[in-house]
């Protein structure tokens, strides 16, 4: 279970502490159609999921599937295209990373901030700055956990066929993360402080972009694949890649995350 937010009544919590899902490592991916049609008799029938086995990821083709609810985890549905993993326990969604062989838990992938700009709120020659501090902590736990903290930037793009047409949302492109930092969650709170500026320039090439990474007090110059292309994108911060201690077979626990001491954006 994930908390957002001050805890003051940590005896009001349940116990035992409710389920965690691990991420899944090393695992031979397997496509699993739900359904099936016979191309001579043109039956349909419909395949069960398979028994939940240790270190198992499926991808689901055909049509999409129910996973059913486990403990305190209700219910999902998984579409054509996902991936779900199995811990030995239940089925659950998973996001794979990159082109490796693990694969996150979907539940524990959290939006936190999101921040959109045009030439119009980030004029030229004017300075953007963003700093939170991050606290995390597990209560009634039997492991401990990590998880990734992510600020990235992407580039929007829309649609400009058949013209005329109006004002849209084609999508964004990724850049590679301004901050991509590993956070260890344990049942003693830990504190973490990222800050993100961005400068938007000119110069005789045309307009481009600085900007400089802080964590925990210490600052560098942001790498020119992490920055913006354009002067539409968006920044996001997001929660990723969480994993729990391979040697305890049902994880539990509380996860309580706060941003703190905020700071205002700020123009120079």
């Avoid at 930037?153 to 004002?167: C, K, Y």
């Amino acid at each position: 279970m994930i908390i957002t937010g001050g805890i003051t009544k940590v005896d009001s919590l349940p116990s035992p502490a409710l389920g965690l899902l691990p991420a899944v490592h090393d695992a031979t991916v397997t496509d699993f159609a739900p359904s099936v049609t016979d191309p001579t008799t043109e039956v349909t029938t419909t395949a069960p999921l398979p028994a939940p086995e240790p270190n198992s990821v499926l991808r689901i083709t055909g049509t999409g599937t129910s996973l059913p609810a486990f403990g305190s985890w209700p219910a999902q549905r998984a579409t054509p295209g996902q991936f779900v993993a199995s811990d030995g326990r239940l089925w659950y969604r998973v996001r794979r990373y990159r082109q490796t062989n693990s694969f996150y838990p979907e539940v524990f992938e959290r939006t936190l901030y999101t921040f959109a700009f045009t030439p119009v709120s980030l004029p030229l020659r004017e300075r953007w700055s963003f700093l939170r501090d991050f606290d995390f902590r597990m209560f009634n736990n039997n492991t401990d956990a990590v998880w990734n903290v992510v600020w990235e930037i992407g580039d929007r793009s829309a649609d400009v066929e058949p013209s005329p047409i109006g004002p849209n949302l084609q999508g964004y492109t990724w850049r590679t993360p301004l901050i991509d930092q590993q956070v260890h969650v344990t049942d003693v709170v830990a504190r973490h402080r990222f800050e993100v500026s961005l400068y938007r320039d000119v110069g005789t090439s045309g307009e481009y972009w600085t900007g400089a990474v802080g964590r925990y007090g210490k600052t560098v110059a942001a790498p020119a694949e992490t920055l913006p292309l354009t002067t539409e994108f968006v920044l996001r911060v997001r929660l990723s890649c969480f994993d729990t201690e391979n040697e305890v077979p049902d994880p539990r626990g509380f996860i309580a995350y706060y941003a703190t001491h905020p700071e205002p954006e700020i123009l120079e």
